[in-house]
C-alpha cells in the first residue's frame, strides 16, 4: 500500500498592508505566517535563497488594484515535487512576493514564467536576479535597442552605479562609446571610473551638474538612458545633441511623490527643437509574446567571462531585513544589485 508522507511547511510571506506613502514605513507592510498548501499533481513547493530588491516595488503605487504579494522575484530550490519537469533540489526563479516559501501552482505566474535556472558557466546564482536576470535584460535591450548607440557617441547614464545602469555603462564602453555616469557618493563614482571603466562619473549630490557635464561632454551627449528623471534629467536633456536618443528605463526620483501631483518640468521645448527621440519603456516588452530573455543572457554571460562586464551584488542578509534592504536601495545604500540573500 503506498501511503504518501505528508510534510507540514511554515512559510512566511511580507504583505503590504496599504498604499505606501512617501517614503514605505516599516508597518506599511504585515508579516504573515502560514502553512503551505498540500501539494497537488503539478505543484511543487520552493525554498526561497535570494529575493531581489527592487525600485519598481515601490513604484508600483500607480495603478489598481495592485497585487503587491505577488511583486518581488526569488531564486530557490525545489524542496517537495508532484511536477516530474521540477524536480526536487532543481533550483527555480519565481515571483511569489517576499516569502520564505512558496508553492508554485501554475507555471505562467503573474509577471513572468517559472524558470528553470540556466547554466551560469560557474557564475554566482544570486546573478539570475541582477546581471543574468530581469536587471540585466533591461539594460541590454533598452540600452541597444531604444539608443541604438554608435561607435563614438557620447552616452550619458543616470543611476549608474545601480543594478542596471552599471550594465548600461558597460555595454555602452564595450559598444565604444565615451561613457559619463551620475551617481550619488564618491564611493560610487571611484567604483564607475576606476573598475567600470567610465570615462567620467559625477556625484549629482555634491557637483554642479550642468556645468560637470559640459566639461565632460563638450560636444554634447548623443544618447542618455535614464533611471531617476527629475532635475537632473532636465539638466542632461539641455545638453543632448541634435537627434539625440532618450531611452526612458526609470524616474525613481519620482516613486515616493504623490503621483496626483505631479510637476512637470519643462522638457517639451527641448524635446522639439534638438527633435530627440524619447521612448519609455517596460522590459516585458522583450519578454512577449516572444522571449528574448535567451539572447541577452548569452551575451551578457559571455561578456561577464571575458572580463568585459563587471558585476557587484550588494548583500543585506535574513528574510526579517528585506524592509531595510528595500528603504536603503530606494536612498542608495546599494552598490549594485540589491539581493536579500534569505538562506
Ligand atoms: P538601482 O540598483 O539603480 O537602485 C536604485 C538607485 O537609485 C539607488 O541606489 C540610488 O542611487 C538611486 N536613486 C534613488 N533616489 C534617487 C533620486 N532621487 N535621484 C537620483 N537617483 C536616485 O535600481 P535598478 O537598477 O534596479 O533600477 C534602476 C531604475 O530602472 C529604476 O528607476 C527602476 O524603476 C528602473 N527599472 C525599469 C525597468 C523597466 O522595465 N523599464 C526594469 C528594471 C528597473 P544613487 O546613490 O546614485 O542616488
Not at 521540477?86 to 508554485?104: L, N, Q
Not at 522571449?291 to 543585506?316: C, D, F
Request: glycine share 10%; aromatic share 12%; charged share 20%.
Amino acid at each position: 500500500i503506498f501511503t504518501e508522507r505528508v510534510i507540514m511547511v511554515k512559510a512566511r510571506k511580507y504583505v503590504v498592508k496599504r498604499h505606501f506613502q512617501g517614503v514605505p514605513k516599516k508597518d506599511d507592510f504585515e508579516l504573515v505566517e502560514y502553512e503551505l498548501p498540500q501539494l497537488k499533481p503539478g505543484h511543487f513547493s520552493v525554498k526561497t535563497e535570494w529575493i531581489s530588491i527592487d525600485p519598481y516595488f515601490r513604484a508600483y503605487n500607480y495603478g489598481t488594484p495592485t497585487p503587491y504579494d505577488q511583486f518581488g522575484y526569488q531564486v530557490g530550490t525545489i524542496t517537495q515535487s508532484k511536477h516530474r519537469d521540477f524536480p526536487v533540489g532543481c533550483r527555480v526563479v519565481t515571483h511569489k512576493g517576499w516569502c520564505d516559501y512558496s508553492v508554485v501552482t501554475n507555471l505562467k505566474e503573474t509577471y513572468s514564467n517559472v524558470q528553470i535556472l540556466p547554466d551560469l558557466h560557474g557564475l554566482p546564482v544570486e546573478l539570475v536576479l541582477g546581471a543574468l536576470g530581469m536587471s540585466g535584460v533591461t539594460a541590454y535591450f533598452g540600452f541597444l535597442e531604444i539608443c541604438k548607440p554608435k561607435a563614438g557617441d557620447t552616452v550619458v547614464v543616470s543611476g549608474a552605479a545601480g543594478a542596471v545602469g552599471s550594465i548600461v555603462g558597460q555595454i555602452a564602453k564595450i559598444k565604444g562609446c565615451r561613457v559619463i555616469g551620475f551617481a550619488g557618493s564618491d564611493d560610487k563614482v571611484q567604483w564607475l571610473e576606476k573598475e567600470l571603466g567610465f570615462d567620467k562619473a559625477i556625484n549629482y549630490k555634491t557637483a554642479d551638474v550642468s556645468k560637470a557635464l559640459k566639461d565632460a561632454a563638450p560636444k554634447g551627449v548623443d544618447c542618455y538612458f535614464d533611471n531617476v528623471g527629475g532635475e537632473l534629467t532636465a539638466a542632461i536633456y539641455s545638453q543632448m545633441n541634435l537627434y539625440g536618443r532618450v531611452s526612458l528605463c526609470g524616474c525613481i526620483s519620482s516613486y515616493n511623490e504623490d503621483p496626483t501631483t505631479y510637476k512637470t518640468t519643462s522638457l517639451l521645448p527641448l524635446i522639439l527643437f534638438k527633435q530627440l527621440k524619447v521612448e519609455g519603456f517596460l522590459v516585458p516588452r522583450w519578454l512577449e509574446p516572444e522571449n528574448r530573455m535567451p539572447e541577452a543572457i548569452a551575451a551578457l554571460a559571455q561578456w561577464i567571462k571575458q572580463g568585459k562586464i563587471k558585476t557587484r551584488s550588494h548583500v543585506t542578509e535574513g528574510f526579517d531585513k528585506l524592509y531595510d534592504a528595500f528603504v536603503g536601495m530606494l536612498a542608495g545604500e546599494n552598490t549594485g544589485k540589491a539581493v536579500v540573500k534569505v538562506s
